[in-house]
């Protein structure tokens, strides 16, 4: 899916959706040995929140906030989340159920 807006900061998600960047596959390593891209083909299962809905609504009707805030580091799931492509950088929404942890560092 490519996206016809300019700055991926224009999207806001709805309910309890929440916009992440994962982090980029490391193409060398430190000791200066390029790696295949059949090595960094899967995604990393850190990201970082970009932006995060209001919450959803639970089953008294009251708005349950979403759990992680803009900047926080996250641990995701290896596949899942809609993709969100602008120019070159890819992003994804997820649930906030789907994301399995925040990492506090």
Do not use: C
């Amino acid at each position: 899916m490519s996206a016809t807006f300019k700055s991926i900061r224009s999207l806001q998600p709805l309910l309890d959706r929440v916009l992440v960047q994962r982090f980029k596959a490391e193409t060398k390593t430190a000791t200066g040995i390029f790696l295949p891209s059949s090595a960094t083909a899967s995604p990393l299962p850190e990201a970082t929140v970009i932006a995060v809905g209001p919450g959803a609504p639970n089953k008294d009707g009251a708005v349950q906030p979403v759990s992680v805030q803009p900047g926080d580091r996250v641990l995701l799931p290896g596949w899942g989340g809609s993709p969100i492509k602008v120019g070159e950088e890819e992003y994804h929404l997820f649930k906030d159920s789907e994301i399995l942890a925040k990492i506090n560092e």
